[in-house]
């Protein structure tokens, strides 16, 4: 098929580029007229704002509600304020130990969580070293000096004392 004013077939190259050459400047133009959820950027996907909104804080890591939701990374946040984000990519193994807590072995690094109660159930289905291991858990963070995360079974508690890694 071609136009019928030029002659030219129906979506050339050249007219294709034309016609998103003059969207992206009238998006520019009007930044306000672009597809919500774009923040102002054309030609990207929309900013995923429900992952946030599906992060439950359990009190000492974060928990994804969602069924499909995994992390990417997970946080790891001493009491100093010092946080270390490892890609759960790397993480090679995961292994509990009642003695020394939760190991992740990394490429030339070993993080250690330590504390007690680590594979207790918080609620139904709901366990720190479960999370891990299943990507659901996306920050973890060392307990103050009070603050303990009661679980399902009322005489156990969760508290993690430390968290180390090797630099």
Do not use: C
């Amino acid at each position: 098929m071609s136009d019928s004013h030029t002659g030219k077939p129906d979506g050339s190259l050249l007219d294709k580029y034309a016609k998103r050459t003059a969207f992206i400047e009238s998006a520019q133009a009007h930044p306000l007229d672009t597809p919500p959820g774009t923040n102002g950027r054309v030609g990207q996907s929309p900013v995923n704002s429900a992952a946030w909104e599906e992060t439950e804080d359990v009190g000492l890591f974060g928990w994804y509600r969602g069924i499909r939701d995994r992390a990417i990374m997970l946080e790891l946040r001493k009491k100093d304020g010092h946080v270390l984000a490892i890609g759960y990519g790397w993480i090679e193994r995961a292994e509990f130990d009642p003695d020394q807590g939760i190991l992740l072995h990394l490429p030339g690094r070993v993080v250690r969580i330590q504390g007690s109660g680590l594979n207790q159930e918080v609620r139904p289905h709901v366990r720190l070293f479960e999370g891990i291991v299943r990507h659901r858990v996306p920050w973890v963070q060392e307990s103050d000096q009070h603050q303990h995360l009661r679980t399902a079974q009322a005489s156990e508690a969760i508290s993690i004392e430390r968290i180390q890694w090797d630099d």
